[in-house]
């Protein structure tokens, strides 16, 4: 199975106005993996993989890439393909772990940035996510989208990075475009 794929979403990137452009991206650069189990913290710690504390918390790692975990015992890591920290977790999945089982991710990545990404948010969501804090996973709706909202920087360079799930990343991002253009 390849780790990178064509985005849903390069078209419709490609044509938008720069209004649109100022406020959305797709990060179709970046690689996603995730692992789950109850021997998934033994396992990071002992890999030295970069492992967040608490659940729902992301850590940043490398050129804009992120470790969420998303419960007990899960991890997603998101990153460049030719990040350090990707070969080792591709190393370290190479090596059988009892209670550790990889987990395919099958979304798309979203970012949302700018003086205008919360107002577009606030017409798309009934989660209030600018007074959510940096550095969590959410999992919420967006334009009626289930996603996962990670909120990133602090005031002045506030963005959301949205995953949502492949087949719905074409209408999510019509949805926002549109709303762009009225916030």
Avoid: F
């Avoid at 490398?62 to 990153?79: F, P, Q, S």
């Avoid at 798309?124 to 909202?149: F, H, M, W």
């Avoid at 005031?155 to 949502?164: C, H, I, M, T």
Wanted: hydrophobic content about 45%; some cysteine.
């Amino acid at each position: 199975m390849s780790d990178t794929r064509t985005s849903p979403l390069h078209a419709l990137a490609a044509a938008a106005p720069e209004r649109v452009r100022e406020l959305l991206s797709q990060r179709g650069a970046l690689v996603k993996r995730g692992v789950k189990g109850p021997g998934v913290v033994a396992w990071a710690q002992r890999h030295h993989l970069p492992l967040p504390v608490a659940r729902y918390a992301v850590l940043a790692v490398g050129d804009h890439g992120v470790v969420a975990r998303t419960g007990a015992g899960e991890l997603i890591l998101e990153c460049a393909p030719r990040d350090a920290l990707w070969e080792r977790w591709q190393a370290a999945l190479a090596e059988p772990a009892a209670g550790v089982y990889e987990v395919p991710q099958q979304s798309v990545t979203v970012e949302l940035r700018g003086a205008r990404a919360p107002r577009v948010l606030a017409l798309s969501c009934a989660v209030n996510l600018a007074d959510e804090p940096a550095a969590t996973i959410l999992y919420t709706r967006v334009a009626g989208v289930s996603c996962a909202v990670l909120p990133r920087g602090g005031d002045e360079a506030r963005s959301y990075r949205l995953w949502v799930d492949y087949s719905l990343a074409p209408y999510l991002w019509t949805t926002l475009a549109e709303l762009a253009g009225h916030a």
